[in-house]
């Protein structure tokens, strides 16, 4: 369980959760964690998905649900320092620069 390949605060909070909470007996398969992750940024997680974090890390279901709203919130801002009309016009001269190589939408 080591998320080192995508790194989102959720995910790293999972991970600290289990360590901090001793919870050695399975580990979380990497694939899950990229499955939650992405729930929890695309279509949100189902409640299901809530109470399988708080027993594979021994965290209550509101600090999962707490710690998942905190990492959207950041997320969110990253993308609207992104959509600023300096950096959409950056973004475009640099297509431009690159010809086109990697287009940016």
Known sequence: MSSDTWHTGFTHWIVQQVRENGIVEQEI?????????????????DPED????ARRTGAAESDVLAACGR????WAAEQ???????????????????G????SS
């Open 29 to 45: 398969p990497e694939a899950l964690l990229w499955c939650w992750t992405s729930a929890a940024r695309s279509t949100g997680l």
């Open 71 to 74: 990492d959207n919130a950041q």
């Open 80 to 98: 609207d320092r992104f959509d600023q009309p300096d950096l959409v016009a950056l973004d475009k001269y640099l297509d431009t620069i690159l």
């Open 50 to 53: 809530v109470r399988e974090i």
């Open 100 to 103: 086109g190589l990697f287009p």
